[in-house]
């Protein structure tokens, strides 16, 4: 099993940028692809982004690719979510996930470890 936190949420002007975390504790970080997902008010969770055990490989959805960037430091045991050109359509909480799996996934169902979440609002 793995454990995850996220952390780096907050209040933002559209425009900004944001950096969110997501430290990992338990079983090897390195043996999960993973995953960062977001639920807007009132709306189902979407996939945001994924990323390969190695880092090598990363996925975006179209509303967010040219403006977030998924990377992973299996030394820390963290994955980052970086959020630039912020709009208020990505005002969510944002929850990072874990699967054994080694391919890329969108499919939240896919993944059985989840974070908490993290509140990121964007105002206008």
């Known amino acids: 099993q793995v454990q995850l936190v996220e952390s780096g949420g907050g209040l933002v002007q559209a425009g900004g940028s944001l950096r969110l975390s997501c430290a990992a504790s338990?079983?090897?970080?390195?043996?999960?692809?993973m995953g960062w997902f977001r639920q807007a008010p009132g709306k189902e969770r979407e996939f945001v982004a994924s990323?390969?055990?190695?880092?090598?490989?990363?996925s975006y959805a179209d509303s967010v690719k040219g403006r977030f960037t998924i990377s992973r430091d299996n030394a820390k045991n963290t994955v980052y979510l970086q959020i630039n050109s912020l709009k208020p359509e990505d005002t969510a909480v944002y929850y990072c996930?874990?699967?054994?799996?080694?391919?890329?996934?969108?499919?939240?169902?896919?993944?059985?470890?989840w974070g908490q979440g993290t509140q990121v609002t964007v105002s206008s």
């Open positions: 990323i390969s055990r190695s880092g090598s490989s990363t």
């Open positions: 996930a874990a699967t054994p799996k080694v391919k890329l996934s969108s499919l939240s169902y896919e993944y059985p470890y």
């Open positions: 338990g079983r090897t970080f390195s043996a999960y692809t």
